[in-house]
């Protein structure tokens, strides 16, 4: 994955009008005072009026606009794309079986071509396949597993076009992809402890804790483990993990601590960056689950997020239990409502503490 950190990198990047590099930062030209994407159609600016942003926020604190040719105030163009393929999926779903690609292109207003191309890159697939498929009532096989359009376009999309997510998933300690892999080849020792919340089960590979998850009883946790790891070798050593489950129950039960966890986690693109958002909920507050999607650039894709919640493997380190409804309700959480519930109302209580 290349990353963008440097000035001369970025230059480059900007040069090359690089896809990958959109949204890892933004370059503002000073004299025409508008802020672009990396991968920018417009005529590239002088170095000497060329700054460089991490984010929009700055972009538009240092009083550049917009620019309207990438529409570097929207997602970037490939989660725009992915949105497009997605509601050309929705069309085609509703459509009678005689429709042709044409129209559901023309709803859309984008040629046949363009919209054939942009299914080929983000589901494999064509939209006439995809047609067949959800007639048939297939489409998790046609969609190679993924049981929804958001999570299969946004998988293949990002992993072929973009380090939409490299950044997040650094921060997060995750190496190379081992997408849907369950563990295959991965050597998982755990080990069992005790939170205020409950059981868990810890589980590590050499890298860092890969899953922890609770459960009512050893053998309930061992299922959800063996479950996820199906591919794993698992090995039960809790002398050896001692110290790890030490440190993650003191994590769990004092919350505002932000212990320096190495961890080891797996998902797929999409999954990873949910995960990573979820990272960004301050202690003692809570999203919903669209403001996540919006948090990530996918204002569309809330339920793909809460799908994401439920697969998360690293329970409270990755706060999946402060993510609630829009109405407010705490909504389902993996590990039952009430632990959600009591998460919540502790992390709201050590909060309020004077410090
Ligand atoms: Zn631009």
Redesign the pocket.
Known sequence: MPTYNTVQKRWLAVQSRDKAADDQFFYGVTSTG?Y??PS???KAALRANTVFFSTRNEATDAGLRA?K??R?DEAPLAVRQAQLVEDACQLIKNAPSSAKVEDIADQLSVSRYHLQKLFQHYLSLSPKAYAKAARAQDLERALNASSTVTEAVYAAGYESASTYYAEGAERLGMSAKRYQSKGDGLHIRYGFGTTRYGKIVVGCTDKGVCCILFGDTQQHMLEDLETRFSKATLVRDTQKLEPVIASVVEQIDTPSLNANLSVDVQGTAFQEQVWQALRQIPTGSTATYSEVATSIGKPKASRAVATACAANPLAVIVPCHRVVRASGELSGYRWGVERKRALLTDEKEENSKPT
Do not use: L
């Open positions: 508008v672009c994407y920018c159609p417009s620019c040719r990438c570097s």
